[in-house]
Nanobody
Framework: QVQLVESGGGLVQAGGSLRLSCAAS????????WAWFRQAPGKEREFVAA????????VYADSVKGRFTISRDNAKNTVYLQMNSLKPEDTAVYYC???????????????????WGKGTLVTVSS
């Protein structure tokens, strides 16, 4: 059984940085595409960033482009999200997810994901 476990969330002041990690267990996910989504209170879950299985391709939501960087370490079965210049509107529960190799064309859709973590809370104070 595949499990994804996020870590690295917390409270940070606006302008600060956090690095989220998501470690997978139960199966090697080197052939999977990875993504991060987030859900703020009272809002729908939204796409944040994704990285292709070969790490050659990445895609970002416009709201985080230039501030967030997604990366992966297949040897560690882990994906990361480096978040810089954080804003109060970045406050949300952040979820990592993995989708099979054929999903890249639909990678921004939550419904395309095969596996989900339980989330980690990021709170950005003003």
């Amino acid at each position: 059984q595949v499990q994804l476990v996020e870590s690295g969330g917390g409270l940070v002041q606006a302008g600060g940085s956090l690095r989220l990690s998501c470690a997978a267990s139960g199966r090697a996910l080197s052939n999977y595409n990875w993504a991060w989504f987030r859900q703020a209170p009272g809002k729908e879950r939204e796409f944040v960033a994704a990285i292709a299985r070969g790490a050659a391709n990445t895609v970002y939501a416009d709201s985080v482009k230039g501030r967030f960087t997604i990366s992966r370490d297949n040897a560690k079965n882990t994906v990361y999200l480096q978040m810089n210049s954080l804003k109060p509107e970045d406050t949300a529960v952040y979820y990592c997810a993995a989708a099979d190799r054929y999903s890249w064309g639909r990678i921004t859709a939550a419904g395309s994901m095969d596996y989900w973590g339980k989330g980690t809370l990021v709170t950005v104070s003003s």
